[in-house]
């Protein structure tokens, strides 16, 4: 979730990102930077959560290499902006593709990347969070607008899975890249690490 350089010290918070392909994304990141000018995070959808690790992140990777190789592909259309009543955090909402990626949250959240969620599990975009709650509505509105105004397909395939690893100063570090199906003959094996 992060494409600048890195600053600050791993820490024990990791998560699992499938992230949106151009230019669907780099959209998604100028709304981003739009409401909150300090957000340098890259537009992806969870599919793990944030969580703490009580194993070796070694193990979870391993885990996750195996896992993945039988989930198929799927597509995500992305719908309309909404509020988190609870949290205020403005996102886009999830259409088709909401079955399969909580099917995958439910498959993917055990043993070594077994945590409970602070929410339930629900699909979505992420757009703005941590903002001063007088601008919500002034926010919530300007997303929408911005979003009304994409001009091109508002769906994307998730084919790959990337475990993150969050920072000291609230950056994420990409770890390792998952290609989806490569047991059913949906694609290669390929397991990207840094």
Not at 27 to 54: K, Y
Not at 65 to 72: G, M, T
Request: net charge negative; proline share 5%.
């Amino acid at each position: 979730m992060q494409c600048h350089p890195v600053a600050g010290d791993r820490i024990n918070l990791y998560g699992l990102v499938s992230y949106l392909p151009d230019p669907l994304g780099s959209f998604l990141d100028e709304i981003r930077r739009e409401l909150v000018p300090s957000c340098f995070a890259q537009s992806h959808l969870s599919v793990l959560p944030p969580r703490a690790l009580a194993f070796d992140e070694a193990d979870a990777q391993q885990q996750l290499a195996e896992a993945v190789q039988d989930l198929r592909p799927f597509q995500v259309e992305l719908r309309d902006v909404e509020i988190f009543d609870k949290t205020f955090v403005i996102y886009l909402g999830v259409g088709r593709g909401g079955d399969e990626l909580r099917r995958m949250h439910e498959c993917l959240n055990f043993k070594y990347l077994a945590s409970p969620e602070i929410h339930s599990f629900h699909p979505h975009i992420t757009l703005a969070q941590d903002f001063d709650f007088q601008e919500l509505d002034r926010l919530a509105g300007l997303a929408r607008k911005m979003w009304a105004a994409f001009p091109h397909r508002r769906w994307f395939d998730v084919e790959r899975l990337t475990f993150v690893q969050n920072t000291s100063t609230k950056q994420w570090v990409d770890l390792a890249e998952f290609s989806l199906g490569s047991r059913n003959g949906q694609g290669a094996a390929s397991i990207r690490t840094s």
